[in-house]
């Protein structure tokens, strides 16, 4: 995930990848877009729940979330 990057523009991103390698399964994929986090959101995820109860539309929820609260308001 780039510094000004949307999760929801990096997950398009992992996904036109995966088609390159025929594809990948919903928990692979979810288990990328998580990695691909910065650490602090990675790590707020985790706290929040058991990562493998989750979907991926969930993270990136919550990856949503986060990310706007912690930027900083111009």
């Known amino acids: 995930l780039g510094p000004d990057e949307s ?3 990096f997950l398009a991103k992992l996904r036109r990848l995966a088609t390159l390698f025929g594809g990948v399964s919903k928990k692979a ?4 877009v998580v990695a691909g986090l910065p650490e602090n ?3 707020l ?3 929040g729940s058991r990562m493998e ?3 991926l ?3 990136l929820t919550r990856a949503r979330a986060i990310i706007t609260d912690e930027r900083p308001v111009d």
């Open 7 to 9: 999760p929801d523009v």
């Open 53 to 55: 109860d989750i979907g």
């Open 29 to 32: 994929l979810a288990c990328a």
């Open 57 to 59: 539309s969930q993270i």
């Open 45 to 47: 995820l985790r706290a």
């Open 41 to 43: 959101v990675r790590q």
